[in-house]
T-cell receptor, first 112, second 114 residues
């Protein structure tokens, strides 16, 4: 079946530190991969996505590369800001596009 | 363009009471979804509607019913609420374009069942 496993949190970093949040997946077929961000009290917002192997999604300084050989989609940012504090979810969409599978979320706190 | 809206934002029920969570989207999306979010468990799909007039079960459908009233609206009903249904509920719709699909989420309904 389909599933997503992501790095346990919480993660606390100082401003301008480098961020990596690991995400691996199990899927049949050819999934699309996503990172969503959730700010306190809000719904999830799409951060970036990739639809096929070796694609790199990027947005707001965040990047993730779809690695089929390692079934991974790790989220990275070179220099985090306090405003990046949020919960980050890795997700995949199955080949049909009808169902999405989410990881458990990783809470990030950035301190000045 | 309001995106995905949900009502109510907060609700407290007693065990056995019923209620309906409302969701509407103004983006002309065909597919809509209901999720629940629980600590340490991420989002789990309750039901989805691939198009107007169709609904399908997701991972955790027991204790819930849904209605796709029209293309805009997708409601979630709890017939007899239980404490295990205390959760945050999110509605989402999908934009299907090109080679991938993007989900848009509502702000959520925080439900407590006593």
């Amino acid at each position: 079946g389909n599933s997503v496993t992501q790095m346990e949190g919480p993660v606390t970093l100082s401003e301008e530190a480098f961020l990596t949040i690991n995400c691996t997946y199990t899927a049949t077929g050819y999934p699309s991969l996503f990172w969503y961000v959730q700010y306190p009290g809000e719904g999830l917002q799409l951060l970036l996505k990739a639809t096929k192997a070796d694609d790199k999604g990027s947005n707001k300084g965040f990047e993730a590369t779809y690695r089929k050989e390692t079934t991974s989609f790790h989220l990275e940012k070179g220099s985090v800001q306090v405003s990046d504090s949020a919960v980050y979810f890795c997700a995949l969409s199955d080949g049909s596009g009808n169902q999405f599978y989410f990881g458990t979320g990783t809470s990030l706190t950035v301190i000045p | 363009n309001a995106g995905v809206t949900q009502t109510p934002k907060f609700q407290v029920l007693k065990t056995g009471q019923s209620m309906t969570l409302q969701c509407a989207q103004d983006m002309n999306h065909n597919s809509m979804y209901w999720y629940r979010q629980d600590p340490g468990m991420g989002l789990r799909l309750i039901y989805y509607s691939a198009s107007e007039g169709t609904t399908d079960k997701g991972e955790v459908p027991n204790g819930y019913n849904v209605s796709r009233l029209n293309k805009r609206e997708f409601s979630l009903r709890l017939e007899s609420a239980a404490p295990s249904q205390t959760s945050v509920y999110f509605c989402a719709s999908i934009s299907r374009g090109g080679s991938t699909d993007t989900q848009y989420f509502g702000p959520g309904t925080r439900l407590t069942v006593l």
